[in-house]
């Protein structure tokens, strides 16, 4: 009887079988029950889709479709005023301050665009640069974010644990830098984020490392137990400045701890609609994977061998092996480790390369979700046995972000 990877990897070459890699698809089942599954996570309050995750206005708009699902959160100014004016969204959180100055232009020439687009800040200085790009009295009011550091800092501040991000840390500091917008002309404060990277985007059961594995654990109940509280105090304090229309928070790794937090009105989620490698190594929830490529075999160099052509499609972040592709169909393949997965050519041993001839696919996952379409023009979407569309990716549509 054929396995549930023999019978995907089966469809996935039938659905495909007139394309020639490489190529990516998404598999639509997958891919929406990942959608309802956080939804289910996400305990009633309302998920914002992270925009960076996906990159492919169309699959963005088949999340937002869905019940539970609204808004998104951009990465950056010029993304976010493409998704507003194409029809994407009228709610656009842009994720990181921008010193975007055409971009920054565009927003203050636009009521209603100013109207659908919120700016991310952690310093007054981010204020100061709008403002040099239009004054304050020649343009609409400008939407604004505040930006809470969610990094644990125990020992007394001696270590840190999480990425780094904002400076404003504590309840103290959200509170003056709300009090600083409250006082500036041509802004309005209404949002307050805050990541929880440690959390939401560190896997607690990485393979084979249960040392590690229990260590991340314990951090992660040590830091979430203390931006609980810290998270409860800034949102307080910045209210004393200004109506919050919303407190994000989170990603796909904490989608149920941070909607548990009374403080937090919406959580955003992507990477796990697409189901990258990264998310494998989560106790708690993992991702049913949607997304994947797939690469030729074009030689057989020795036996046991096989190669395809290209593959080397390497993830962001710091260099080690969680961010290199993982071969996937047929399951037990791996990459050798003098060579990794190459630029041109990517050597493939296993048993399944002993049988792999000439002509065949082999499918990868990516080790992180949006980056996959920064490779490819256009995802092919997979239902049952065909592809039922094709859909551009931001590359596809000549839109390179960052």
Known sequence: MATDSENLRHRLDRATRHLDPPYAVVDLTA???NAQALVARAGGKPLRVASKSLRSRELITRALARPGWQAVMAFTLPEAIWLVRTGVTADALVAYPTVDRSALA????????????????????QLDFC???RAPRDRPELRVCLDLDASW????GRLHVGVRRSPVHSARAAGR?????NRRPGFRLVGLMSYEAQIAGLGDAPPGQAALGAAIRLAQRGSYRELL?????AVAAVREHADLEFVNGGGTGSVAATSADPAVTEVTAGSGLYGPTLFDGYR???????AFFACAVVRRPAPGLATVLGGGWIASGSAADSRLPRPWLPTGLKLLGAEGAGEVQTPLTGPPATTLRVGDRVWFRHAKSGELCERVNELHLVDGD??????PTYRGEGRAFL
Do not use: K, Q
């Not at 565009?106 to 200085?125: F, R, S, Y």
């Not at 065909?386 to 859909?391: L, Q, S």
């Open 177 to 181: 830098l709300a009090a600083t917008v």
């Open 229 to 233: 509280a810290r998270r409860g105090a």
């Open 284 to 290: 708690s929830w993992r991702p049913t994977p949607a």
């Open 131 to 133: 403002d040099t790009v």
């Open 31 to 33: 891919f929406d029950t």
């Open 386 to 391: 065909g592809v039922v569309a094709t859909v």
């Open 153 to 156: 800092r125990p020992l007394g």
């Open 106 to 125: 565009e927003l203050a020439a636009d009521e209603a665009l100013a109207a659908a687009v919120t700016l991310m800040i952690d310093d007054p200085d």
